[in-house]
């Protein structure tokens, strides 16, 4: 096949002026070659198209590919996920992970635990905190954890998100407001184990990959797999690979996961955090449909090596679920062609 690769270059950006905290969900370099290369050792053909703008030129003057590696992030608004590939749908081309609607249900974290709740999944409590008045709405008892509603790569968080007195969360939650100009979230703080499970596959194909427990180290921020603890997780943070058959939490956040994912609707690969409460009951977190791919920094490619997976076996499966989708979109190209020649 001839696959094209949208992405967004964390340098490129930083280059035109915008700052790190803007561009910390954007991808290295070294992440879109290392994806690169294992696409074409899987014997396929590469072009690099690079962000919505790029895409944008590029469909334009007539470009076309069997089917788009899609890892872009997108830059404003929560539909930002959502843009590339709302583009791709509408000229019928396939893409690998989810869809528009999947893509800005789930950056909508008050939205996806709403969802999540009303399917009977186990999540914390949580309040939408739009304006210092919703605060009257939170019902439930400190510690608070408040984060951004629609980041990743734990932007926003901090030790300073756990709010342990009722009296400071009006503080702290004015300020991250103002900071990320969106509302934030109020769950009820999990203090517990930390899990992060790997998917692969989507809807009843869908599969668990594996789970690794998030150990924070004594150099860590404490407390939260802060976006600090991330970027430098080399040096603050030990992840454990973890089996269901060695505890039951295990088997729970694995089943709590697929669940997610299939009520969700994800497609090809991903992940789901997951935290345990004080009586170690383990909670849906968050979902990261579109998950990092950095061979070594980036969780889903972590668990794959604790399980000995080699890279590009991993790439070779989310190809191979996407594809699955191309016969679809050829139907529905040949469909245009006839309705346009009428």
């Not at 999947?102 to 969802?115: D, F, I, Q």
């Not at 939170?138 to 990743?152: C, N």
């Not at 991993?314 to 679920?321: F, G, H, K, P, T």
């Amino acid at each position: 096949m001839v696959i094209g690769l949208t992405y967004d270059l964390r340098s490129e950006y930083l280059a035109c002026g915008y700052s790190e905290d803007e561009t910390a969900e954007f991808d290295r370099a070294d992440t879109i070659d290392a994806i690169e290369d294992a696409l074409i050792r899987l014997g396929h053909e590469t072009r690099r198209i690079g962000n919505i703008r790029q895409l944008i030129g590029q469909l334009a003057a007539g470009d076309r590919w069997d089917l788009v590696f899609n890892i872009a992030e997108g830059l404003y608004g929560v539909g930002r996920e959502a843009q590339v590939p709302a583009i791709l749908d509408a000229y019928a081309i396939p893409y690998t992970f989810s869809d528009p609607l999947v893509m800005s249900l789930t950056l909508h974290k008050a939205l996806t635990k709403r969802v999540i709740r009303d399917a009977g999944i186990p999540t914390s409590d949580f309040t939408l905190v739009e304006e210092t008045a919703d605060l009257a709405a939170v019902d439930f008892p400190p510690p608070f954890f408040v984060k951004p509603v629609a980041e990743g790569t734990g932007k926003g968080i901090s030790p300073a998100s756990i709010v342990r007195h009722k009296k400071e969360l009006a503080a702290v939650c004015r300020k991250m407001i103002s900071t990320y100009r969106q509302p934030v979230l109020v769950e009820r703080y999990l203090p517990g184990r930390e899990f992060t499970v790997g998917i692969i596959g989507s809807g009843a194909d869908a599969v668990v990959l594996g789970t690794i427990e998030v150990h924070l180290l004594a150099s860590a921020e404490p407390g939260v797999y802060s976006y600090v603890n991330k970027e430098r997780c080399e040096e603050r943070v030990q992840y454990r690979l973890v089996r269901p058959e060695d505890a039951a939490p295990v088997q729970e956040a694995e089943d709590i996961s697929l669940c997610a994912w299939r009520v969700l609707g994800c497609r090809d690969a991903g992940r789901i955090d997951l935290r345990c409460d004080a009586q170690g009951r383990v909670q849906f977190m968050e979902v990261n449909p579109l998950a990092g791919l950095h061979p070594e920094h980036s969780d889903l490619p972590i668990i794959c090596n604790r399980l000995g997976i080699p890279y590009v076996e991993l790439i070779e499966r989310i190809v191979s679920s996407a594809a699955q989708r191309i016969q679809a979109a050829d139907q529905r190209a040949v469909g245009h062609y006839q309705c346009a020649s009428r």
